[in-house]
């Protein structure tokens, strides 16, 4: 196991709606990446958050929006529900904005109907 | 866009084999990293290699990197059923900071 615990591990919403994840980063990490895995894909980048500050972006509408606390837990907010948001949405912590090695949790998986 | 590629998709094995898995990338990398993945669950590390190594082991895996052909290997040696999983590279691209870009993946079974 990581250290890096994720909440709510399965949850279920309808197009429109707006759904909060929650991320506890391993102990030490200051730095929170989000990452998003559709059924059969590899994960696709979010974004990173250092020292409360969004720090990179992926590819994705600000619809999908951040947030990092003073103990470097996070949360990842995605406003305005489409279908294509059904994923696994994965959390990971590092010891530094560099791209090293990456902690992640087990996910939340989200299902948009 | 995904910048890795893994061949084969999918590699069915006996146990007690060797799997050999490749990673292709398209542009200027600082490191290469492979990671597994048990169904549905979350990413586990398994091994770094930097743009100036060539080789690294750790424990039964064996990864190489050629940056001239852009590309990566990983073995498995003496897999086990519990091997079973897919596996991910990902790269961290020169001039990308923060993210790491991952293929789609291998899915490797192992039978006992």
């Known amino acids: 196991e990581t250290g890096v615990t994720q909440s709510p591990t399965h949850l279920i919403k309808t197009r429109g709606q707006q759904v909060t994840l929650r991320c506890s980063s391993q102990?030490?990490?200051?730095?929170v990446s989000w990452y998003q895995q559709a059924l059969g894909q590899g994960p696709q980048f979010i974004f990173q958050?250092?020292?409360?500050?969004?720090?990179g972006r992926g590819n994705f509408p600000p619809r999908f929006s951040g947030l990092q606390f003073p103990n470097y837990s996070s949360e990842l907010n995605v406003n305005a529900l489409e279908l294509d948001d059904s994923a696994l949405y994965l959390c990971?912590?590092?010891?530094?904005?560099?791209?090293?090695?990456?902690?992640f949790g087990e996910g939340s998986r989200l299902t948009v109907l | 866009s995904q910048q890795g590629e893994e061949d084969p998709q999918a590699l069915s094995i006996q146990e007690g084999e060797n799997a050999t898995m490749n990673c292709s990338y398209k542009?200027?990398?600082?490191?290469l990293q492979w990671y597994r993945q048990n169904s549905g669950r979350g990413l586990v590390h398994l091994i770094l290699?930097?743009?100036?190594?060539r080789e690294k082991h750790s424990g039964r895996l064996r990864v190489t990197l050629d940056t001239s052909k852009k590309s990566s290997s990983l073995l498995i040696t003496a897999s086990r059923a519990a091997d079973t999983a897919s596996y991910f590279c990902?790269?961290?691209?020169?001039?990308?900071?923060?993210?790491?870009?991952f293929g789609k993946g291998i899915t490797l079974s192992v039978r006992p």
């Open positions: 290699i930097r743009s100036n190594e």
């Open positions: 102990s030490g990490h200051n730095t």
């Open positions: 958050y250092y020292r409360e500050e969004e720090n």
């Open positions: 542009t200027s990398i600082n490191n």
């Open positions: 990902a790269t961290d691209l020169t001039g990308a900071n923060s993210k790491l870009t």
């Open positions: 990971a912590s590092s010891g530094s904005v560099a791209a090293g090695e990456l902690f």
